[in-house]
């Protein structure tokens, strides 16, 4: 019951900047901003590939914390295995697209930010890929170690966000600048994934040493 409070609580927090990033993407896509942006270029490319990452990146903020819950997979596995696939898939455009964006047109932080983003799209490609395998492949243990690493990535955009908006509140915006040079921007270019990847490997890895030591009979 925990695990579907605090899921869906998350859900919730999460839903209006998958709204923000939707409308966003679909404004863009029909060429109907509000106002004009920089992120609305002069190329057809670059802009279909990052209006659509930020609908597809929407879906997958939005429905990846109900993944985590293990009650809801037991009773609707078929709900589980169908909604894994559209995440999955999902994530894969949206990763791609933001990739195509990096490399057509680069990000508003220059090369750091474009070797952060980039690295982020990389591995939320590698972790969805992962975990479908495993999933099919049967190995249920290493699907849900690839599937906590890929939630992790898959709701960081919206962490990437709320770090900022708490470094605001919290400093009033010290090393940070309007073209994302200052210190502080530079580390966020990493540090709204990375630190939270190191986490889930060592939590996987004290949760094997405890199931080793229960086997071994030394727990
Ligand atoms: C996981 C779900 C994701 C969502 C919901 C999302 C959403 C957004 C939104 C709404 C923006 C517009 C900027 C803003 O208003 O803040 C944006 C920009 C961007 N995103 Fe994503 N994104 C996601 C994942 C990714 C991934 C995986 C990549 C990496 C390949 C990526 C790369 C970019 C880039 C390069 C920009 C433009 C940065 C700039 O120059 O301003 N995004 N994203």
């Given at each position: 019951m925990t695990r579907i409070i605090t899921m869906s609580l998350l859900a919730l927090l999460m839903l209006p900047f998958a709204l923000y990033s939707v409308d966003f993407g679909q404004g863009g896509l029909r060429d109907r901003l509000a106002e004009p942006h920089?992120?609305?270029?002069?190329?057809a490319s670059a802009n279909l590939a990052l209006f659509s990452h930020m609908i597809l990146g929407g879906i997958v903020t939005c429905l990846v914390?109900?993944?985590?819950i293990g009650r809801l997979r037991d009773r609707y596995p078929q709900a589980h295995r169908w909604s894994g696939r559209l995440i999955a898939l999902s994530a894969l455009v949206t990763a791609f697209g933001g990739l195509v964006f990096i490399t057509l047109k680069g990000t508003i932080g220059g090369a750091v930010m474009d070797a952060g983003f980039a690295l982020y799209g990389a591995l939320l490609l590698l972790t969805a890929g992962m975990a479908w395998r495993m999933a099919r492949q049967g190995d249920f243990e290493r699907h849900r170690a690839w599937a906590l690493r890929f939630f992790w990535l898959a709701i960081g955009s919206w962490l990437y966000r709320v770090q900022y908006g708490l470094w605001y509140l919290a400093?009033?915006?010290?090393?940070?600048?309007p073209d994302f040079s200052g210190s502080f921007d530079l580390a966020m270019n990493f540090a709204f994934y990375l630190p939270y990847l190191i986490g889930v490997e060592i939590y996987l890895r004290m949760k094997k040493g405890n199931t080793d030591s229960v086997l071994r009979g030394t727990a």
């Open positions: 920089y992120l609305q270029t002069d190329s914390p109900f993944q985590l400093t009033d915006g010290l090393w940070s600048e």
